[in-house]
């Protein structure tokens, strides 16, 4: 037979097993985190109807879509988890029970320019509630609740929430005489965090037509330190701008009482994020301490989630985490924690004797008792045996030969300190079962910039 | 802008919340029975350069690709997980330990005719052990116990897992001077089963040039009662047959004590599997009330893993469970526990007060006791709120208004008996966990055909 070098494309994750273990416990705890929060899973096909996948029209994503044809059907994968849901909701509405709370963790495809730390396969994890007509502010106070629980039941401390309202933005474009080029102003402060308030000053005067006056005065307010106060100097001029005040002042006062501290969010009136469809409160989520990563977790409010498959108007808010790149940039940065178990076993199980069959009873009731067991059976040295568990950082091996039969005993080995013990059945159990429930409690991030108490 | 009917392509599954429930809870067991017995997770890209996954040869497979360019990269959809299993051994071998024990639940892809209960897009659930050069006897007989473990644990009690070895029907084709055209008298005894013997017999004289007394014998001895007894009367007159005698003898005492009952398995020298690449033990799994599915879980002993890709010998073992087909089985044969808790929420909160902010609280609380809570605060009649709760089959409504307030009580509502009681937060949350607690013991499968100690 030809061989093929075996290879994996460019931009497509692929983990070691040990890494693949972490990967999916952050994914488990994500899928508990929503949970807790009444969303019910979903799972979507990846391959649409290119004519309905891109209905919206992609706008920037459709150079980016993998499409093709299969037989005489066009087809594309799904670029994002977002379209797929607006499908749902419409094609499945009148089985649905409104607001309709969903998460779905999966696969997305964008065939994006190759780059370190860029994906064309990447998993999304999305949550979204989506109103019938209307939808109530207080789902907006609650999202952020749910960036945090998630975040910190992963173990990450250092980072913020922070918030705005398209609103406030629209309205205060408004009150300067800006409504016209919104757009573009919106897109250009935007910037302010990566290039700076100069910049963005004379991007506003070049490109988008705003007088220089306005500009300062626009970025001036933008940046004040207590915005919801500032702005509350504005009240009363203009209606829009009083209802996102209004909306955000809601969702400021809500957010603490759904737990989230203090440290932990930050109102901040350049946060704009650049997709035309939000329309109310808007999120991006930052690791204090690697500002340049960007937001790990972002979204808002929209009117409309589906008005290119339904005339029935489903508003909605929701938040997506960019899993595969924020699992990558973790990795880079030493976040993840190393001391959590990723073996594939609890415990090796190593037969000293001809006949297996105690050894094999042995691993059928670990395994009936939650313990994760493996028997090594190869025909191998014993010191290959051990080396085996070893390497895959088994924390127990169970030695079963003659001797121990007789005595009605096992030789348990902690492979971590190399102490070995004889002792039942029942005592390795225990030993084994209290040792690898408390490996199993860490979590899969270790924030090592944690500092008690700290005021960020 | 213009609409487009929303639709999901034919031949890709997409459930309903409730059914996705049941779904998930299937593949979360079938992720702890894998884990259990020391597998490691693994996930693989879905897109893989065409020239690695077709190195192989797809053979029947091949026309069914979903296969397409992206810039100058000829891309393909993986139609199984074995392939792309091959490659990630092969490419990453060295720094991989063996035996390497792995099971992958994903996503795959065949272009297949159109059909109710056949599906483009589907879930495999495998698991495969991979030796390095060889592979112990033990893991073949370890299997059987695994997939008993599986469906037992999904609450599946009527199956039966049926075991051959390819030795032995080569051993026994080269006894009766068959063997130049073995491969098409196995495909062709592959369907005794179906067609019958009689219909078997004839054409394995029409079409594979075997002699009449012939046929008979090899149809008699493969129908034998108690095959393995039937066996030992040949033993002696051929190695292949001799040795896997000895294979399957061996799988079956050692299964016995790796905890299968008798009644969940049975030799069947007519188990023949399709597939070129095994040679050892092979395994069916067959619903007893409903042969006509054929097998639910089948797989076997290769010798060689990823010939395609590397020098290195990689003999395996391994099954694979199509979980989209038997999920669809399942719910059409009535199959599914619907006394389940499907529910996106244990407790919907229903605040009866101007300000939010002590239902949120208790929210919050709730949750953080692992309660799954969902705050209802939607501008709706009292009635409609309960029917939300109601439709979602949410089992408990908690109303907190200013009595409840004043008196630091709440009004529980069990929806199922319709009781109402004033209790503390503390009882609201004890009677809510008990319940939940109870309701998500069930198995997802139900085994209406299930009788105590029946001899299968």
């Known amino acids: 037979m030809e061989q093929r070098k075996p290879r994996t494309l460019s931009g497509f994750m692929e983990l070691s097993p040990a890494r693949q273990v972490q990967f999916d416990r952050m994914v488990t705890l994500l899928r508990s985190a929503y949970s807790l929060y009444g969303f019910t899973p979903l799972d979507t096909p990846l391959i649409e109807a290119s004519d309905v996948l891109l209905a919206k029209g992609g706008g920037e994503t459709e150079k980016q879509i993998y499409r093709f044809a299969k037989g005489d059907s066009d087809l594309s994968l799904r670029f994002d988890l977002t379209v797929p849901l607006a499908k749902y909701v419409a094609l499945y509405y009148s089985q649905l029970t409104f607001p309709f709370r969903r998460f779905q963790i999966g696969k997305v495809y964008r065939g994006e320019r190759a780059q370190r730390g860029r994906f064309r396969e990447f998993y999304q994890a999305d949550i979204d509630i989506i109103g019938d007509g209307a939808l109530d502010i207080i789902n907006e106070a609650e999202i952020p609740a749910i960036i945090y629980k998630v975040f910190t039941s992963l173990g990450l401390n250092r980072f913020q929430i922070r918030l705005n309202n398209r609103k406030i933005l629209n309205g205060l474009f408004d009150v300067l005489g800006l409504s016209e080029q919104a757009s573009d102003v919106m897109r250009t402060i935007d910037k302010l965090d990566k290039i700076g308030?100069?910049?963005?000053?004379?991007?506003?005067?070049?490109?988008?037509?705003v007088p220089a006056e306005t500009a300062l005065r626009?970025?001036?307010?933008?940046?004040?330190?207590?915005?919801?106060?500032?702005?509350?100097?504005?009240?009363?001029?203009?209606?829009?701008?009083?209802?996102?005040?209004?909306?955000?002042?809601?969702?400021?006062k809500y957010m603490s009482a759904f737990g989230v501290p203090d440290t932990h969010f930050r109102v901040d009136l350049t946060i704009a994020r650049g997709l035309d469809y939000y329309t109310g409160t808007v999120y991006e989520t930052v690791m204090l301490d690697h500002p340049k990563v960007g937001s790990i977790c972002s979204g808002g409010r929209y009117d409309n989630l589906a008005g290119y498959y339904t005339d029935r108007v489903l508003p909605g808010v929701g938040i997506s985490i960019g899993l595969t790149r924020l699992f990558f940039v973790l990795e880079d940065q030493g976040y993840l924690n190393e001391s959590l178990?990723?073996?594939?076993?609890?415990?090796?199980?190593?037969?000293?004797?001809?006949?297996?069959?105690?050894?094999?009873a042995l691993a059928t009731r670990l395994r009936e008792q939650g313990v994760r067991t493996q028997l090594y059976c190869e025909q191998k040295k014993f010191k290959q045996k051990l080396s085996y568990a070893d390497k895959l950082g088994i924390p127990f091996a169970i030695f079963m030969g003659e001797d121990e039969l007789a005595q009605n005993v096992v030789t348990l080995k902690n492979l971590i300190t190399e102490k070995q013990t004889s002792c039942t059945e029942d005592y390795a159990l225990a030993k084994i079962q209290a040792y690898c429930a408390q490996r199993a409690e860490g979590a899969p991030i270790q924030d090592k910039y944690r500092i008690a108490g700290l005021n960020i």
Chains 1, 2 share one sequence.
Not at 221 to 239: F, H, M, S
């Open 218 to 252: 626009l970025i001036n307010t933008l940046l004040e330190n207590d915005p919801l106060l500032a702005l509350e100097a504005l009240r009363g001029q203009n209606p829009l701008l009083d209802t996102g005040l209004e909306e955000l002042s809601t969702v400021v």
């Open 197 to 209: 308030a100069n910049k963005v000053a004379a991007l506003l005067q070049e490109t988008c037509n």
């Open 341 to 360: 178990l990723t073996a594939p076993a609890d415990v090796l199980i190593i037969p000293m004797t001809e006949d297996l069959s105690p050894s094999i």
